[in-house]
């Protein structure tokens, strides 16, 4: 049974940095892509980045870029979204999904989220 | 990257048919066959009902079903159960290679 389970959110300045990680579990970690969406309060869903199996190729939304960082470690079996330079707009529940079978990505398994609350 | 376009509501009764129509353009929904639906409940993580238009995941009822005609695309929840009601997103692969969701459309139930 495929587990995601998110971890490292909390409440932070603005200006200030959090890193997130997923931690999963069974499947094959390195043979899949994984993505983190997000959601704000009352909100609709946002996509915010995407990372390939091995680590190679990484996609963001423009909202997030040159902010956010993806990262995996597949010896870890665990998924890191490294956020810098927060904002308010960026409170939400964030989650980790696994892609369903390839390329492009679909978001076929997701964990349960972890919140984050951009706040002074 | 703006949000494709939903409904932010629908209503069916039990037993009924709905369509959700997710509006996008042509460097997204026009653009491929890369669209696919996610349904959540109320304090709960989505969950993928259809991707490609038009495919269902393992475990998912064949009461839901996709389709896509130029930059519009559609879910159509057949049989409609009280279970059905929850917010549906529409996402798609877009030419950026980037993905995008709609803005979300609540189900009722009646």
């Known amino acids: 049974e495929v587990q995601l389970l998110e971890s490292g959110g909390g409440l932070v300045q603005p200006g200030g940095s959090l890193r997130l990680s997923c931690a999963s579990s069974g499947f094959t970690f390195v043979s899949y892509g994984m993505i983190w969406v997000r959601q704000a309060p009352g909100k609709g869903l946002e996509w915010v980045s995407a990372i390939t199996g091995g680590g190679g190729r990484t996609y963001y939304a423009d909202s997030v870029k040159g902010r956010f960082t993806i990262s995996r470690d597949n010896s870890k079996n665990t998924l890191y979204l490294q956020m810098n330079s927060l904002r308010a707009e960026d409170t939400a529940m964030y989650y980790c999904?696994?892609?369903?079978?390839?390329?492009?990505?679909?978001?076929?398994?997701w964990g349960q989220g972890t919140l984050v609350t951009v706040s002074s | 990257q703006s949000a494709l376009t939903q409904p932010a509501s629908v209503s069916g009764s039990p037993g009924q048919s709905i369509t959700i129509p997710c509006t996008g353009t042509?460097?997204?929904?026009?653009?491929?066959?890369?669209v696919s639906w996610y349904q959540q409940h109320p304090g709960e993580a989505p969950k993928l009902m259809i991707y490609?238009?038009?495919s269902r995941p393992s475990g998912i009822s064949n009461r839901f079903s996709g389709s896509k005609s130029g930059n519009t695309a559609s879910l159509t929840i057949s049989g409609l159960r009280t279970e059905d009601e929850a917010d549906y997103y529409c996402n798609s692969y877009t030419t950026t290679s980037t993905w995008v969701f709609g803005g979300g459309t609540k189900l009722t139930v009646l």
């Open positions: 042509s460097g997204d929904v026009g653009s491929n066959n890369y």
């Open positions: 999904a696994k892609d369903l079978l390839g390329w492009p990505f679909y978001f076929g398994s």
């Open positions: 490609d238009v038009s």
